[in-house]
């Protein structure tokens, strides 16, 4: 047992020391049973169910900390997944707008040099008031292409 091996050992170094000119080999130690007090026994089988308890939580505690550092490291990498569809995403609607911007940017300088084209043709054609004419025309415009069901348009 584990009082013997001490024991054995303290009687070892107790009686084996040469410098002071003692040296008794000790061969063995067998430890009987010993009845002890009921008290005693008690207190000594409370001590190693507490010590029992004790290592039971600290393997309940580790098993706990890997499970709950596990299921930081999933959380981690989800969040990482998220974030890269999330910047996927936000990158593929600033592209598609950017391709909008270009197109509308694009239409209406198409417009305004049309329009352009219109007011130089009214100015040669010596008409009284070019501009209130191409505005009208431009109104024109603006009710062929409305649709009732979208907005409301007064003039």
Do not use: C
């Not at 499970?67 to 990482?80: H, I, M, Y």
């Not at 352009?116 to 004419?133: C, F, G, Q, R």
């Amino acid at each position: 047992t584990v009082v013997e091996e001490k024991m054995f050992s303290a009687l070892k170094a107790t009686f084996n020391t040469p410098e002071k000119g003692f040296v008794i080999n000790v061969a063995g130690l067998q430890v009987r049973n010993v009845d002890l007090p009921d008290n005693y026994e008690k207190s000594i089988a409370d001590t190693q169910k507490e010590e029992q308890d004790f290592r039971t939580a600290t393997a309940e505690r580790q098993t706990k900390e890997v499970a709950l550092k596990t299921e930081e490291v999933k959380s981690k990498e989800k969040q990482n997944q998220l974030m890269v569809k999330t910047q996927g995403t936000a990158i593929s609607l600033l592209q598609e707008n950017s391709a909008w911007v270009a197109e509308y940017i694009r239409f209406q300088l198409e417009q305004a040099d049309a329009y352009s084209k219109v007011l130089k043709y009214l100015t040669s054609a010596n008409i009284d008031d070019p501009y209130e004419t191409l505005f009208s025309l431009m109104r024109q415009k603006a009710l062929k292409a409305h649709e009732a069901k979208k907005l409301t348009l007064t003039m």
